[in-house]
């Protein structure tokens, strides 16, 4: 008689993992929306889209910790999943022209930074040296996600509450600033492994 063994359940499709192809699916979701920057009924829909990808953020986090479901998989997507929705949602505003003049330079460092530190991960990955998300690092995303709730708002939002946008712009400088700080660490604590390589 064959003894029958239960099936285990793949790793791909664990509670946490799904939360994170949620907020990979919310990304040319939102930029759909976006496309339609006048139209008041897409920006609030698009508001619905960017504050739901950014509760998966983080409640995959918090199920991948609490029932043990952190996997090789979801800590490769879920970094990747957060930078593609602040980068389209940044070239999007830039383009509708929600964020203008010099708050341009507050997206650009935006995205150099999340392409510098990218680089930087992968380079030590192959190292085996891991780099750790300081607190600040952790504020600043809170920051730039809540500047480009307002900002993905934008003019639709200023029916509800005036001043929308402005708030979106000064949150963003302040995530830009936080940027640069959060940049510089994780460059100094990784820039020596670099240098030592031979």
């Given at each position: ?126 190292l085996k040296v891991g780099v750790p ?66």
């Amino acid at each position: 008689m064959n003894a029958v063994f239960p099936q285990r359940r793949s790793q791909a499709w664990t509670l946490a993992n799904c939360l994170t192809y949620g907020r990979l699916v919310a990304v040319p979701v939102l930029v759909a929306l976006l496309f339609w920057p006048e139209e008041h009924t897409a920006r609030f829909a698009a508001l619905g889209v960017f504050i739901a990808a950014g509760i998966t953020d983080y409640l995959d986090g918090y199920v991948a910790r609490t029932y043990a479901q952190s996997s090789a998989l979801g800590r490769m997507l879920d970094p990747i999943a957060d930078k593609l929705l602040v980068a389209a949602c940044l070239l999007m505003l830039v383009a509708d022209h929600t964020i203008g003049g010099t708050s341009v330079w507050a997206a650009i460092v935006i995205l150099c930074r999340e392409v510098l530190v990218s680089g930087l991960r992968e380079y030590l990955a192959e190292l085996k040296v891991g780099v750790p998300v300081s607190k600040v690092a952790k504020y600043k995303t809170t920051v730039q996600l809540v500047s480009l709730g307002f900002l993905v708002a934008g003019p639709a939002g200023e029916t509800i509450l005036p001043g929308t946008v402005t708030i979106g712009l000064v949150l963003l400088w302040i995530a830009a600033a936080l940027t640069l700080y959060t940049g510089w660490d994780y460059m100094r604590a990784g820039i020596r492994h670099v240098i030592d390589e031979p």
